[in-house]
């Protein structure tokens, strides 16, 4: 008798490669005679549906319940929906005339209706109260059908030849669009309006209908491939995978034509919502049978795709070693990435899938000893039956093997994987015998034919999980593990460690924020901030740091009092050169006391002396420099005085003309601070300022009968 196995797999890798790698969730029977279990499909709520072929009465009811179609002598299909809690909603029964009929692809839209695409020959009815017969045109034609959340037929419709036939492969909704990737051979009409549009030849089409089933367009290769994977991503692009032979053209816009070189070669192309052509990629070897099998996307949307291929196959920079099946990885743009030698030419990968954490899950079948381990590790797998052996083999995305399972029976008929939304693996499968399935190298799980749902929990071996606290302070924002965070707060991180298991990570997170502050300041001197000193009034901007690290952004509203201290003297006269003080007083820098009622800008001495003044400009205080002043002073030397040059850089003659005995050179700041001693001028008459700063300074010469002063200028 003949049953069907339905396992729902949750993987977890392991620190040890060769240790338990799979738990079963789920292993269901279902009693009664079945020839195919092919096609599980997951809604966006979580429903799920599997359809297939079977013969006799069989209880699709995982609960203690029945529900059961009704004993036939031939293999109906049935599809049936299931809740995310395993629970039956709904079963229906196709009764067809023929054992060839499938239900091959399934597809849902975002209200929950279920689409589906097939092959039949003859007569098939699409409910169950064989109400809605449909015929094909001969040989076996494709039937499309659409059914709301309660299993109640939408519409349907029929496309075939009388002599040849039509096989959909894949379904998919974009846009509010219906669809069907189909391989086909003969010529028939793609329109079930009243409209003609007809396909001929032998290939690969993309067929387009909207929701309703009304058509739109049919996009089929001029020329002869065959199409064994296509899916499509998040932006409504279309990856196709598989070979072609003769001349081809893949634009199916324009209609260009390549041909092969090989027996067939394989091809990989890319499409967008439109189906213009982004790109292709063919591999070719003379005298050689070439295809791409499988393909799924990473979580970047890069492909990773399976194909058998030759030894010495130009696969972009790489060169293929022997015939094998390999994996490649392709980036969006269709670069090749990556290739790997993944397993001998006698296995055929059936299933590929790449979950969340980017680990490849491979399916396939194989029929002699096979090492499973592309690096440079050897593992080897023994099949245990002369057929029915399939293998369950899991790789990091570098190729790295984690970890596999071998599921074997008496007799397996079929065997496929899929991958829900909880990276569990759903596993279809039919086999013949005593109840006997082998699960994994290390131990036999046995499921008795006549129980109708049987829980596994098998032992996790080695799995290492693991948990970390972590804290972060940061600026602004922080960046951890590709999230990011602006708020402080606690985290959670399920992360996949370097054996797969997840590995928690306890985030505590403090973000401190950028500051910002507005400072004014009045200063009597020059000021100093962060390093560097003002000395000029201004609004200034100062990007300095906080107590927490981040940025402290200060604008600085800056005033420097700058108060003039020189003074000049003219006949009897003292002046002070500061015009916007506030009050002055002048003190005799002899006794060091204020003189009485001098509180003027200018002051007249009665007396020599030296003297200096107090300048009080709002609440800056300064002292001039003391003035050496002889009444006497006023008294001019009457002879002719020539300083060159002038200006000058340093060194600077002096010429005097008439008595020049006894005269005293001395060179004072405008401040009226003296910067060198008096000298003889009969001694030297050069004098050099370079060492002095750049600016004005008085020249004082004097002798007995009087004084004079010069203006230099020092550049």
């Given at each position: 008798m003949k049953h069907i196995l339905f396992l729902l797999l949750t993987f977890c890798s392991t620190t040890t490669l060769l240790s338990q790698d799979f738990q079963a969730d789920n292993i269901t029977i279902f009693p009664g005679e079945h020839n195919s279990h092919e096609v599980y499909h997951a809604d966006a709520m979580g429903n799920y549906f599997i359809s297939g072929q079977g013969k006799g009465e069989i209880d699709f009811d995982f609960s203690a319940g029945t529900n059961t179609l009704p004993a036939t002598s031939f293999r109906d299909l049935y599809l049936a929906k299931y809740d995310v809690d395993s629970n039956l909603e709904w079963l229906l029964s196709f009764d067809g005339t023929v054992i060839s009929n499938q239900i091959r692809a399934m597809v849902s839209d975002d209200e929950g209706n279920i689409y589906i695409a097939g092959s039949f020959t003859g007569t098939l009815n699409l409910t169950n109260d064989g109400q809605n017969e449909i015929t094909s045109f001969g040989s076996s034609s494709m039937f499309v059908a659409k059914f709301d959340q309660d299993g109640s037929l939408n519409w349907q419709f029929t496309v075939g030849d009388t002599n040849f036939s039509q096989y959909p492969d894949e379904l998919f909704i974009s846009n509010n669009r219906l669809i069907i990737q189909l391989v086909y051979t003969g010529t028939f009409d793609v329109d079930p309006g009243p409209g003609i549009t007809e396909l001929n030849g032998s290939s690969s089409a993309m067929l387009v209908y909207n929701l309703d089933r009304t058509f739109i367009e049919a996009n089929s290769h001029a020329g002869r491939t065959n199409v064994r994977a296509?899916?499509?991503?998040?932006?409504?692009?279309?990856?196709?995978?598989?070979?072609?032979?003769?001349?081809?053209?893949?634009?199916?816009?324009?209609?260009?034509?390549?041909?092969?070189?090989?027996?067939?070669?394989?091809?990989?192309?890319?499409?967008?919502?439109?189906?213009?052509?982004?790109?292709?990629?063919?591999?070719?070897?003379?005298?050689?049978?070439?295809?791409?099998?499988?393909?799924?996307?990473?979580?970047?949307?890069?492909?990773?795709?399976?194909?058998?291929?030759?030894?010495?196959?130009?696969?972009?920079?790489?060169?293929?070693?022997?015939?094998?099946?390999?994996?490649?990885?392709?980036?969006?743009?269709?670069?090749?990435?990556?290739?790997?030698?993944?397993?001998?030419?006698?296995?055929?990968?059936?299933?590929?899938?790449?979950?969340?954490?980017?680990?490849?899950?491979?399916?396939?079948?194989?029929?002699?000893?096979?090492?499973?381990?592309?690096?440079?590790?050897?593992?080897?797998?023994?099949?245990?039956?002369?057929?029915?052996?399939?293998?369950?083999?899991?790789?990091?995305?570098?190729?790295?093997?984690?970890?596999?399972?071998?599921?074997?029976?008496?007799?397996?008929?079929?065997?496929?994987?899929?991958?829900?939304?909880?990276?569990?693996?759903?596993?279809?499968?039919?086999?013949?015998?005593?109840?006997?399935?082998?699960?994994?190298?290390?131990?036999?799980?046995?499921?008795?034919?006549?129980?109708?749902?049987?829980?596994?929990?098998?032992?996790?071996?080695?799995?290492?999980?693991?948990?970390?606290?972590?804290?972060?302070e940061a600026c602004n924002e922080v960046m951890i593990n590709g999230e990011i965070y602006t708020v402080s707060g606690e985290y959670e991180q399920v992360l996949a460690n370097a054996e797969g298991c997840d590995s928690t990570l306890n985030l505590t997170i403090e973000i401190y924020s950028d500051e910002f502050t507005n400072l004014i300041l009045e200063r009597c001197e020059p000021i100093e901030l962060d390093g560097v000193l003002y000395s000029i009034s201004g609004t200034y901007t100062l990007i300095m740091t906080s107590i927490n690290g981040c940025d402290s952004t200060v604008t600085v509203e800056l005033e420097i009092v700058d108060i003039n201290k020189i003074i000049s003297f003219n006949e009897a006269l003292l002046e002070s050169l500061e015009n916007e003080a506030d009050s002055f007083q002048w003190y005799d820098c002899d006794t060091q006391m204020p003189i009485e009622n001098e509180t003027e800008k200018t002051f007249t001495p009665e007396n020599d002396g030296s003297y200096q003044v107090e300048i009080t400009k709002k609440f800056c205080v300064e002292f001039s420099e003391c003035i050496d002043f002889v009444l006497s002073s006023t008294n001019e030397i009457n002879f002719d005085i020539n300083i060159s040059p002038n200006p000058t850089t340093g060194l600077i003659n002096i010429n005097v003309a008439g008595n020049s005995e006894d005269i005293q050179v001395s060179v004072f700041d405008f401040s009226g601070r003296k910067m060198t001693y008096p000298r003889n001028l009969n001694s030297n008459k050069s004098i050099d300022l370079s060492q002095m700063p750049k600016g004005i300074y008085l020249l004082k010469l004097e002798n007995n009968t009087g004084s004079s002063y010069k203006k230099i200028v020092l550049y």
């Open positions: 296509s899916k499509m991503d998040g932006d409504g692009n279309l990856y196709i995978g598989g070979s072609f032979g003769g001349l081809v053209s893949f634009d199916y816009k324009t209609n260009a034509s390549v041909i092969s070189s090989g027996i067939t070669d394989a091809f990989l192309a890319k499409y967008d919502n439109d189906f213009n052509l982004l790109w292709v990629n063919m591999l070719n070897k003379t005298f050689k049978n070439l295809r791409f099998t499988q393909l799924d996307f990473d979580t970047d949307y890069n492909l990773v795709a399976s194909g058998y291929f030759a030894e010495n196959t130009q696969i972009g920079p790489f060169l293929t070693s022997e015939d094998a099946n390999y994996l490649v990885n392709i980036s969006k743009d269709g670069n090749y990435e990556n290739i790997i030698n993944i397993l001998s030419e006698s296995c055929f990968i059936t299933d590929l899938s790449v979950n969340s954490k980017d680990q490849i899950i491979l399916n396939s079948t194989f029929s002699e000893v096979v090492d499973i381990d592309p690096k440079m590790g050897i593992v080897e797998i023994t099949p245990i039956e002369d057929n029915g052996n399939y293998l369950l083999a899991v790789y990091k995305s570098d190729f790295n093997l984690i970890g596999y399972d071998q599921i074997n029976a008496t007799e397996i008929n079929t065997h496929s994987f899929h991958l829900n939304d909880s990276d569990q693996i759903v596993v279809l499968t039919d086999y013949v015998g005593e109840g006997k399935v082998v699960f994994g190298h290390q131990g036999n799980y046995q499921a008795e034919v006549d129980e109708n749902f049987v829980t596994y929990e098998l032992d996790i071996e080695g799995c290492s999980t693991s948990m970390e606290d972590l804290n972060v």
